[in-house]
């Protein structure tokens, strides 16, 4: 029986990336945004400009945001929009980025998620530690099968000693 081959080898944000992701336009109000939020069971929104037929990431605005910029200060969210409250300027990755390097980035920026972008800065997805720790858990899923199997075939090979 043959055994699952596993290799380690660079990771790009590109096999990992979400690209269905939730964006709310900079204009949108910040009720708007939660309902989004709401509707798209996310914690965070991409907030986005158009810019002819380009789409750009202008700003990230989270559940967090919301609560401590916005409800936490008794102000109205129906006069703020997801531009008042976004944190402007996101740290954004491209799809050829090194995963394990984008990763240490983010720590080192204490941020969980970057808008990915093309080479001409129009979104093409979410990159969060959510889609990285899927990735490590299947790889340790692999790792334990192969482990169990590896076991197994040792178990039979000394049966057939005996």
Excluded: C, W
Aim: zero cysteines; aromatic letters at 2%; charged letters at 25%.
């Amino acid at each position: 029986m043959a055994l699952g081959v596993l290799t380690f080898s660079r990771m790009t944000v590109e096999h990992l990336v979400t690209r269905n992701v939730a964006t709310v336009d900079s204009a949108a109000t910040v009720v708007a945004a939660a309902r989004e939020m709401r509707n798209r069971h996310a914690g965070a929104l991409v907030v986005t400009q158009s810019q002819g037929a380009a789409t750009r990431p202008v700003g990230v605005i989270t559940d967090r945001d919301l609560v401590v910029s916005v409800l936490a200060m008794d102000l109205s969210p129906g006069l703020l929009t997801a531009g008042d409250v976004m944190s402007a300027h996101p740290f954004t990755v491209r799809l050829d980025e090194d995963a394990d390097a984008v990763i240490r980035r983010m720590r080192g920026l204490g941020i969980r998620r970057a808008p990915v972008v093309d080479a001409a800065g129009e979104l093409r997805g979410l990159f969060g530690i959510d889609d990285y720790l899927e990735h490590l858990a299947n790889g340790l899923r692999e790792v334990s099968i192969l482990i169990a199997q590896e076991r197994r075939e040792e178990e039979k090979s000394r049966l057939a000693i005996s």
